[in-house]
């Protein structure tokens, strides 16, 4: 996986706010010319399901003392033991188009022989939308000769329409494509202070940034380029996956947490890091506010974490 720097993370989160927050006052110009087979706001989605011979996912609405998010679970053939994870900015982005659902084409009522020629019939992917007070359901049957679109109907009006390929292809696709990807989504120009604590229980050390992106120690205005290499490092780890059974790790190691705060102290997020002494591949586990369970980390950056830590404490 391509190494991310911190910087360019954090830059990006930016960008990624914009998706948590999606309304109907941000169609995209490509949007606005679809018809509307529903319009409703994104913040009165309770949940949507998608069925498949292979697949049932589930992107549900939840809340905990830091507010709302989504959350997705993934059962099925596909995922027989189920695997759960927080939907990342595409994941919005898609629950904010099914919330004000625009297709290409509005088909009108389908008669017995049109739903059987667009492969509604037998349909066997379903769409289900849970709203605060109302479901929303449709079948989904043959893509549209020539392109990725899909022909659909909802079952309660048995209206059809043809829905944009990609309000069913991420779903299709599962966590590859609506995960989190981002340990955090807070801007880098918002962090002033960092604690670090090293291993379970050992040194904390508490550094301040500078302007200029130095990294000191209370009371030393001398930079400290083992420290500033190591947070350097720490920004670059990322998630390779989810799925993790915290319960299954054979020797739990902490390696690090970091916690981010701002110019007034107030906290930002956090990232610990836990190597498994008894994995022999992949050793490496990690979580943040963003993650809130414990994913799989990419081991080449992990292990220059680990490495790193020697320069700093």
């Known amino acids: 996986m391509k190494e991310l ?20 006052d941000t169609v995209s110009e490509a949007d606005r010319g679809l018809f509307l087979a529903w319009d409703r706001d994104t913040t009165d989605v309770a949940s949507v399901r998608y069925q498949s011979p292979v697949m049932d996912l589930l ?12 959350w997705a679970t993934e059962s099925g053939a596909r995922h027989p033991d189920a695997l759960e994870y927080p939907v990342g900015a595409p994941g919005h982005t898609l629950v904010g188009r099914i919330a004000s659902l625009r297709v290409v084409r509005d088909l009108g009522e389908l008669s017995s022989e049109r739903m059987a020629r667009y492969g509604l019939t037998d349909a066997e992917v379903r769409i289900t939308v849970r709203f605060a ?37 991420p779903m ?24 670090v604590l090293a291993g379970a229980g050992g040194e904390t050390r508490t550094m301040t940034r500078g302007e200029s992106g ?5 009371g030393s205005t ?18 390779a996956g989810y799925g993790v059974d915290p319960s299954s790790l054979g020797n739990p190691v902490p390696l690090l947490r970091v916690d981010y705060m701002d110019a007034e102290g107030s906290p930002l997020g956090f990232v610990e890091l836990v190597r498994d002494l008894a994995a022999e591949r992949d050793p490496y586990y990690i979580r943040s506010e963003r993650t809130r369970v414990v994913a ?11 490495q790193g830590l020697g320069e700093a404490f």
């Open 5 to 24: 720097r911190i910087h360019a993370g954090l830059f990006v989160a930016a960008a990624v706010a914009a998706f948590l927050t999606w309304n109907r």
């Open 133 to 169: 007070d109302e479901l929303r359901e449709l079948v989904v049957g043959d893509s549209v000769f020539g392109g990725g679109d899909r022909y659909a109907a909802e079952r309660a009006t048995g209206v059809g329409y043809v829905i944009p390929r990609d309000i069913v292809n």
């Open 214 to 218: 130095e990294w000191t120690g209370p």
């Open 222 to 239: 001398e930079p400290d380029a083992g420290f500033a290499n190591l947070m350097d490092r720490v920004g670059q780890l990322a998630i």
């Open 59 to 70: 992107i549900e609405r939840r809340t905990d003392a830091d507010g709302d998010f989504l």
């Open 296 to 306: 799989e980390a990419v081991t080449t950056l992990a292990e220059r974490v680990e």
């Open 172 to 195: 299709r696709i599962g966590e590859g494509a609506i995960r989190e990807r981002w340990l955090h989504h807070f801007q880098d120009a918002d962090v002033a202070t960092v604690r």
